[in-house]
């Protein structure tokens, strides 16, 4: 099994285009003619890895916005806040 890793920059994680395409590549033959036992493993682990990624995305854009307050100061939302 092949086992990828997504790449970080600037705390935003991508997940590599190729690795989406796959994921595509995978959901048609899926649709089309089924997926054999390693595929279905392989799609289950470039999805988990997508939506880590896209979790990961966001969590780093909550941890970077701020909403300013009537009273004019600015709060910081993020995780658990």
Do not use: F, W
């Not at 959901?27 to 682990?45: F, H, N």
């Amino acid at each position: 099994m092949i086992r990828y890793e997504y790449i970080k920059i600037n705390e935003v994680h991508i997940v590599e285009q190729k690795k989406i395409d796959r994921i595509n590549e995978l959901a048609r033959k899926s649709r089309t003619s089924g997926l054999t036992d390693p595929e279905k493993a392989e799609q289950t682990a470039l999805r988990n890895e997508y939506r880590r990624a896209v979790i990961g995305d966001l969590a780093s854009r909550l941890d970077n916005t701020y909403i300013m307050t009537p009273d004019g100061k600015k709060r910081r939302v993020g995780k658990g806040r």
